[in-house]
């Protein structure tokens, strides 16, 4: 699909906290694909790098993702993350 938005939000979990991370980004899943903006998204561990973690996430435009922006999930998991990791910008691909 032409125009889509690609993301790829890097995360490293903090000593001890990732099992909390990882399982808040993969809760992320099923309600983020359901929006009908997103075209997908994945969590991923790091299978060399313990607590390195990253999510792929395709979105349809700007406007769907800011929607997401502002959905119960993601303010959800944005606070364990701020909790549980030490986040990195999301980059565009």
Sequence with gaps: MA????????FQAKPGQEDVLRDALV????P??????????RPLADPVKPGSMICLEEWRDEAALEFHFQTPHFKYVAQVSTRSSRRRSPSAA
């Design 3 to 10: 125009n889509t938005l690609v993301l790829v939000a890097e």
């Design 27 to 30: 809760a992320m899943i099923v």
């Design 32 to 41: 983020s694909e359901a929006e009908a903006g997103c075209l997908g998204y």
